[in-house]
């Protein structure tokens, strides 16, 4: 099969191809920061290709941080409807850690009662992702997820002069080309590529066992010291689980009128980090200690997530502990872990 690449003009046709049939969304650099976030396209030179990783992951545009998902009037009679809101739209530029993710979060949200406000959106998506160079917080090597082989229907490699290696994932990503100039990618050009993940995969954050052994490291560890250990520098702040791209928890809420005729239910974000996750209406929170917080969220992610889906539910793309203001790291936290299984003493990540 003929590999091929498209060229930096070709990025922008394909761009403003795209643009013609649906919403383009992509990475843009902040504002005088070194932070890149996923917003609409305006002007395809803006796109920024070349970045470390959103503050926010793209999982953002299938579960919005707030959503409404009914409308009700109570006069003068009581009526409901429910409300699910989707456009055509195209993600532009996700790396693979983020296409791992929304890969997760179709199986959450599909396996056991399907979610109807995630699947219309995400049957309206088109993805296009694109290869990265790790920071020293990632550790998508050590999940697994350094590279995917399926979630996007094209995929671009960066071949370092504003050229890109051309995979097709979908019979979607093919009709995208169509009347896109491209050329066959030359014996350098696909050397250029494997040497670039050859540098993706070097990551100097590893963790210490098998990926797949990790359920067995937790098991037995509910009362390990490791969560007072890591936990005692944590804020609570829930930073963490809300710039997670495999977190899915939620809150609903009820926001009625002034005239109490009316009202919308409303899902938001919420996360097991914050204090307030576990408390019922009696006023009893069962996980009050910061320690408690911490522990269900690494079992969540690398036990019991793992157990029931066969994968774990954390793609290693280094938010949680990139924007944590004491930089607790899940990495260290699964060495602890290991090191106490094995009777040693961790090294570090």
Known sequence: MTVRVIDKHGVRKLVEKLQQEAKV?????????????????????????????????PKEFAFPPRETLLRYQREPEFAAEAVIQSEPIILFG???????????????YCADHGDPNWIARRQQMRLVGV???????????????????????????NLGDGSYLVEVGTEAGEEMLEGIELREASAEEIAH??????????????INDETRNLPLHF???????????HAERCYSCGTCVLVCPTCYCFDVVDEVALTLKEGTRER??????????????????FREERAQRLRHRHFRKYAYLFTKYGRPFCCGCGRCVRQCLVHIDPVAIIN??????????????
């Open 193 to 206: 590529v494997k040497k670039r993940l050859t540098q993706r995969v070097k990551q100097e954050r590893k």
């Open 131 to 157: 290869d990265c160079i790790p920071d020293e917080w990632c550790f998508c090597a050590a999940m697994g997820t350094a590279t995917v082989d399926s979630g996007y229907d094209l995929f671009l490699n």
């Open 25 to 57: 969304v992509a990475p843009h650099r902040r504002e005088g920061r070194d932070q890149w976030s996923f917003q609409e396209v305006t002007d395809p030179d803006l796109i920024c290709l070349e970045y470390t990783t959103s503050c926010l992951p």
């Open 219 to 229: 098991s037995g560890k509910a009362q390990s010291e490791v969560w007072e250990k």
């Open 94 to 108: 996700v790396h693979p850690c983020d296409i791992y993710a929304l890969e997760s979060l179709d199986i959450a």
């Open 336 to 349: 602890d872990l290991i090191a106490e299984s094995k009777g040693g003493v961790s090294r570090g990540a």
């Open 268 to 285: 938001i974000w919420d996360g097991c980090m914050l204090e307030s996750f576990a408390e019922v209406a009696s006023g009893e929170n």
